[in-house]
């Protein structure tokens, strides 16, 4: 079973910034942190993943709160092609699987 | 950009018959799965492989089989398939990091497969 908690759906508006929430609760202290999102139609792709510190990418930033029982993927300004689902994973297991989950399912408004 | 491909995009085809979905890479990496996922819903594991000769199960019990005898070609067959193997089939692939929790999977662009 998925490791992870998120809405279902979350709506924005265009150019607005964007937080999505995610909980982890049973966190390990090894278990990285990964989000992907899916395109509709598309396969998943890869957007940021972290440990304990904060990271950025020219895609996102990922906030990771302190006791790591849960992160923020943060879009700065969301455009039209930002609608996807994206999905909050934790790596479980000796050979590292990705558990997804439902994910959420961002809606960006015009 | 990921180099990874999905053939074919679609597949429409009548209970009994043999498929095989082909999946390849072209950026060396030496793990490769398979996903199911059916519509609004999430992605399951059905087979994964280490490398050349390597193929093992997923968490997900799938009645398809698998081969890898290229790096670069990952193969998933349907012997004989039924209405049940309905389903969007996404492959992905990553390269090996010792450790494996930091890995990105890159995915193709799924084969939407319907058996009547």
């Known amino acids: 079973d998925a490791k992870t908690t998120q809405p279902n759906s979350m709506e924005s508006n265009e150019e607005e910034p964007v937080h999505l929430p995610c909980n982890h609760s049973?966190?390990?202290?090894?278990?990285?942190i990964h989000w992907y999102r899916q395109l509709p139609s598309q396969g998943p792709e890869y957007v940021i993943h972290g440990l304990t510190s904060n990271v950025n990418n020219r895609m996102a930033s990922l906030a990771i709160a302190e006791d790591r029982k849960s992160s923020t993927l943060i879009l700065h300004r969301a455009t039209l092609r930002d609608a996807a689902v994206y999905y909050c994973i934790l790596t479980e297991g000796s050979n590292y699987q990705l558990i997804w989950g439902a994910g959420t399912k961002l809606i960006i408004k015009p | 950009e990921a180099d990874i491909y999905q053939t074919p995009r679609y597949l429409v085809i009548g209970t009994g018959k043999k498929i095989t979905l082909e999946c390849s890479q072209t950026m060396g990496h030496d793990k490769m799965y398979w996903y199911q996922q059916d519509p609004g819903m999430e992605l399951h594991l059905i087979h994964y492989s280490y490398g050349v000769n390597s193929t093992e199960k997923g968490d997900l019990s799938s009645e398809s089989t698998v081969s890898r005898i290229r790096t670069e070609h990952f193969p998933l067959t349907l012997e004989s398939a039924r209405p049940s193997h309905t389903s969007q089939y996404l492959c992905?692939?990553?390269?090996?990091?010792?450790?494996?929790?930091?890995?990105?999977?890159?995915f193709g662009p799924g084969t939407r497969l319907l058996v009547l």
């Open positions: 049973t966190i390990s202290g090894t278990d990285y």
């Open positions: 992905a692939s990553s390269e090996f990091r010792a450790g494996g929790r930091t890995e990105t999977q890159y």
